[in-house]
């Protein structure tokens, strides 16, 4: 017997209710079994589609009217919405019952999920461990089977590194495929939202709705852009005899964990038994990424953030003498200490006689590292494999308060997304954890642009 949309919808809001990850920061049990109703009644119809009644989480940085939107903030922290996201409106419009919002590093920055207002998510697959961030909802709701698909965002590995952390799959697309709109600006340049779920497959089928122009969103490509509706299911079962994989010399080097190493080789081998070759290949402005993002991601986030002013959304100071009083003990107390550091270090590199040294210097960089990518793709290979992040998952509270080492940890991710390349992070096994616990390794495939449908296809093809 198929099991109902309202069945299933209960079953996931019943363990979301038992567990004490910190995955879900607001759900509404009502309005999702009346949405799993209507999904109920559209199958019954005949009307339904492939995702019609399937339950999803959304991470609480997509603006929803019918459950709160804090982006991990206390200046948003009773925030709701008069309107959808475009990427809500959609999964709505599929058919898919939304369980409720997910946690994530406030304003999505973080690689730990430490950086939420409302606390840490734990790692289901070791309590002690970070889910990664920014998205640490999304990867630990669908780790503990909380929800079988999530959203997330990625502007420079918040898809690919709590995916990786938590053992689970999902894709960051070419920058520009899925719509900004409604999902609250941390860099706008570099930010793009994309699912996660438990399977290549999964992801596919969830990519075909989330991708399309969205005349709201002034960055979204256009249909003449190549943006064009895709099924990307198509070339899953697609055989990858003859598949050139680039392994860049610089994902190898100093500073990759060995645990992590022989996973993420031991997963290349395997798609050389699958008939694919192995190239050698170089990315060498890997290391200035980090830099280069620290900069330009700061920066835009410095500018979106000021429309946090305590007159137009969320937060406002109860106290204060005069207008100028008012912005600032606002924002000193709804930002969070990551959130102030970065609209200090954004508005540095932007202000009059450091711009030229620093903004316009790493958007250079910028072009060259998007130059490494092509140089690769022109004639060596047709994907780059590679580890998503050098360690598993750290212990919670090891670099709380060590935001360096958070940035070097996000080396494998960054260039990706500065050359807004899509980037998909698969499950390829284990590293080792504290007392012999498993901590769950991530593949990451990164292709060129629009190739979304071929990085699926090798994903599922090794699944
Ligand atoms: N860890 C990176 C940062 O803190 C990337 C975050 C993201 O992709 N949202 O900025």
């Not at 670099?399 to 998909?424: E, H, Q, R």
Request: charged residues 20%; negative net charge; contains cysteine.
């Amino acid at each position: 017997k198929q099991v109902s949309s309202t069945e299933l919808t209960r079953h996931y809001l019943d363990r979301i209710a038992a567990s004490g990850h910190n995955a879900f920061l607001h759900v509404n049990p009502e309005l999702s079994l009346a949405q799993a109703a209507a999904a109920d009644q559209r199958i019954a119809e005949g009307t339904a589609g492939p995702l019609t009644g399937v339950p999803i989480a959304h991470k609480d940085i997509f603006v929803t009217r019918d459950w709160r939107t804090t982006a991990g903030s206390k200046m948003l922290a009773n925030y709701v919405s008069p309107f959808d996201a475009t990427v809500v409106d959609r999964f709505n419009a599929a058919g898919m019952v939304t369980l409720g919002k997910v946690n994530c590093d406030e304003f999505a920055m973080g690689s730990a999920n430490e950086n939420s207002a409302f606390g840490p998510v734990q790692n289901p697959w070791d309590a002690l461990a970070v889910p990664g961030g920014s998205s640490g909802g999304s990867a630990a709701a669908i780790a503990a089977r909380l929800a079988p698909a999530a959203t997330a965002t990625d502007t420079g590995g918040s898809i690919r590194q709590p995916a990786a952390f938590c053992g689970v799959s999902g894709i960051k697309p070419t920058y520009g495929r899925v719509s900004r709109f409604g999902m609250i600006a941390f860099a706008s340049s570099l930010d793009q939202g994309g699912p996660m779920a438990q399977t290549a497959e999964d992801c596919a089928l969830l990519l075909n709705e989330m991708v399309g122009h969205d005349e709201r969103d002034s960055t979204s490509l256009t249909f003449e852009q190549g943006n064009q509706p895709e099924d990307f299911t198509r070339d899953l079962d697609k055989p990858l005899d003859g598949l050139r994989i680039g392994v860049p010399s610089e994902y190898f080097g100093e500073g990759l964990a060995a645990d992590v190493e022989s996973a993420v080789r031991a997963a290349l081998e395997q798609f050389v038994a699958l008939g694919a070759v192995l190239v050698d290949i170089s990315l060498p402005k890997t290391a200035l990424s980090i830099p280069t993002y620290y900069i330009i991601a700061p920066a835009e986030a410095s500018s979106n953030l000021s429309r946090f002013d305590g007159v137009r959304y969320g937060h406002r100071a109860s106290e204060y003498k005069d207008l100028q009083d008012m912005y600032k003990k606002t924002r000193a107390e709804g930002f969070g200490r990551e959130v102030q550091r970065r609209i200090l270090v954004g508005t540095y590199v932007l202000c009059h006689g450091y711009y030229d040294a620093y903004y316009v210097q790493a958007q250079k960089i910028r072009r060259l590292i998007a130059d490494d990518f092509q140089a690769a793709f022109a004639d060596k290979c047709d994907v780059i494999m590679g580890p998503v992040a050098p360690t598993v998952a750290w212990d919670a509270g090891s670099k709380t308060n060590d935001p360096v080492a958070n940035y070097l940890a996000d080396i494998f991710t960054l260039s990706t997304s500065l050359a807004g390349l899509p980037g998909m992070s698969i499950p390829c096994g284990f590293g080792q954890g504290e007392k012999n616990s498993k901590r769950p390794v991530g593949l990451q495939i990164i292709g060129n642009y629009f190739a979304e449908a071929k990085l699926l296809n090798i994903a599922h093809q090794y699944q």
